[in-house]
Nanobody
Framework: QVQLVESGGGLVQAGGSLRLSCAASGRTLSSYALGWFRQAPGTEREFVAGISRSGSTTDYADSVKGRFTISRDKSKNTVDLRMNSLTPEDTAVYYC?????????????????WGQGTQVTVSS
């Protein structure tokens, strides 16, 4: 079992930045590809960013490309999401997820483990 816990969410003004972090316990994340998803009220949970098991490949939703950066630290067993130039449309609960696979899929159904989520609110 892998337990994932997100942190770093909060309230930020439009144009600001936040860094989300997801810490794992139970097992090392080195065997897992990792993803960040988000869910705004009344919407489906959507893929935001993913990073491969090796860390060499990253993918982003078009809506966050150039603004968000996903990274992983195998020594700390964490995955981070750096978010810049935030807009109110980025307001959502952000979840990290892990999948026992090489590449991070964009479909949430593929993931084996999920965190509880952290709220990000961007004010205009």
């Amino acid at each position: 079992q892998v337990q994932l816990v997100e942190s770093g969410g909060g309230l930020v003004q439009a144009g600001g930045s936040l860094r989300l972090s997801c810490a794992a316990s139970g097992r090392t994340l080195s065997s897992y590809a990792l993803g960040w998803f988000r869910q705004a009220p009344g919407t489906e949970r959507e893929f935001v960013a993913g990073i491969s098991r090796s860390g060499s490949t990253t993918d982003y939703a078009d809506s966050v490309k150039g603004r968000f950066t996903i990274s992983r630290d195998k020594s700390k067993n964490t995955v981070d999401l750096r978010m810049n130039s935030l807009t109110p449309e980025d307001t959502a609960v952000y979840y990290c997820a892990a999948v026992l696979f090489d590449i991070a899929p964009m479909t949430q159904e593929a993931y084996h483990y999920w965190g509880q989520g952290t709220q990000v609110t961007v004010s205009s």
